[in-house]
Nanobody
Framework: QVQLVESGGGSVQSGETLRLSCALSGRDFYTFAVAWFRQTPGKEREFVSAISWSLDKKYYTTFAKGRFTISRDDYANMAYLQMSRVQPEDTARYYC????????????????????WGQGTQVTVSS
C-alpha cells in the first residue's frame, strides 16, 4: 500500500510559478512511477507529467512541455510538480498518483495504470 498527500495549491496570478508537492509513504513507494494528473469538475482526468522510478525518464503532455517540471526525491519521500508561467486554463485540481509498472501496461499517460492516488490540491489561476 502506498499513500500520497498533495499540497502546494492555491490561487495565483497568470504568469506566476507554483510548486506542488506530493508526500509519499508506504512499502516500497520508491519503486513506483509517479505521475501528476489534473481534473476540472465534469471532465475526465487528464495526464500532466510522469517520472519513472529510476529517475531517468520523464514524460510531459503537450501543454506541460517547457512550463512544468516533474521531479522526485526518494530520500525525502517527496515528488514535485513545478508549474511555471501558469495560465487560467491550468486551473484544475491536481492529483499525484503512483503505479508499479505503467511502462509494461498501457503507458505512463493513462490513469488506469496508477493504483494509488492522493486527494488532490486545487490550483486556481486568475488573469
Amino acid at each position: 500500500q502506498v499513500q500520497l498527500v498533495e499540497s502546494g495549491g492555491g490561487s495565483v496570478q497568470s504568469g506566476e510559478t507554483l510548486r506542488l508537492s506530493c508526500a509519499l509513504s508506504g512499502r516500497d513507494f520508491y519503486t513506483f512511477a509517479v505521475a501528476w494528473f489534473r481534473q476540472t469538475p465534469g471532465k475526465e482526468r487528464e495526464f500532466v507529467s510522469a517520472i519513472s522510478w529510476s529517475l531517468d525518464k520523464k514524460y510531459y503532455t503537450t501543454f506541460a512541455k517547457g512550463r512544468f517540471t516533474i521531479s522526485r526525491d526518494d530520500y525525502a519521500n517527496m515528488a514535485y510538480l513545478q508549474m511555471s508561467r501558469v495560465q487560467p486554463e491550468d486551473t484544475a485540481r491536481y492529483y499525484c498518483a503512483a503505479g508499479a509498472r505503467p511502462e509494461e501496461g498501457g503507458g505512463y499517460f493513462f490513469d488506469a495504470e496508477y493504483d494509488y492516488w492522493g486527494q488532490g490540491t486545487q490550483v486556481t489561476v486568475s488573469s
